[in-house]
């Protein structure tokens, strides 16, 4: 399991930022790691439990198609989604009001399942042997600690877009409270 979080202080009124982060589609194009090539709410009404979303995305010269439910909902502070992509992954997003604004924290969780089964050698007939049975060498680990390696690549790596993220969305948010504010 890969865990990721991230928080903003937004001066901005809670309110106001948790319709951002619940208007899917217009805060996946805040996303500066992503180019959106389509993000669409499935089920009708306003956002609420059991709400689906389709996304297709371009990330990292790669097309993410994948949809989310929405597994948890508060109005005004909670939304949580679980994708069905492959690897699976859950979003929680809060909105906690401050006295000057609201802070919004945003955790994204990754299962990233490993086989780790002790082979004698990767390149000797069992090793082709799990190849063949598995299809991705790189879910065979000969060693754990090097999945926890690439666990911890990848939790830096998604840390740093996360806190990019949030950022946009913040810079997003307080730009909108200056002009209403002016």
């Known amino acids: 399991m890969v865990d990721v979080e991230h928080s903003v202080e937004i001066n901005s009124d809670p309110d106001t930022v948790f319709s951002l982060v619940t208007d899917i589609p217009r805060k996946a194009r805040l996303d500066p790691n992503a180019k959106v090539l389509g993000v669409v709410q499935e089920t ?26 929405c597994i948890a909902f508060e109005p005004g502070r909670l939304i949580e989604t679980l994708s069905d992509s492959d690897p ?15 802070r919004l924290t945003q955790k994204e ?35 754990p600690s090097a999945s926890r390696d690439d666990e911890a690549r990848m939790e830096a790596k998604l840390k740093i877009r996360l806190e990019k993220w949030l950022e946009a969305i913040k ?12």
Do not use: C, M
Request: charged residues 25%; positive net charge.
């Open 44 to 69: 009708e009404g306003p956002v609420a439990l059991g709400t689906t979303f389709h996304y297709r995305l371009v990330v990292e010269g790669r097309i993410a198609d994948y949809r989310s439910r």
């Open 109 to 143: 969780s990754f299962t990233v399942p490993r086989i780790h089964i002790p082979l004698p050698t990767a390149d000797g007939w069992r090793g082709k042997l799990f190849r063949v049975l598995f299809g991705n060498r790189d879910a065979i680990q000969q060693d």
């Open 88 to 102: 699976p992954f859950t979003v929680r997003v809060t909105v906690e009001p401050l006295s000057n604004g609201a």
């Open 171 to 182: 810079q997003e948010l307080e730009s909108q409270h200056g002009r209403l504010n002016a």
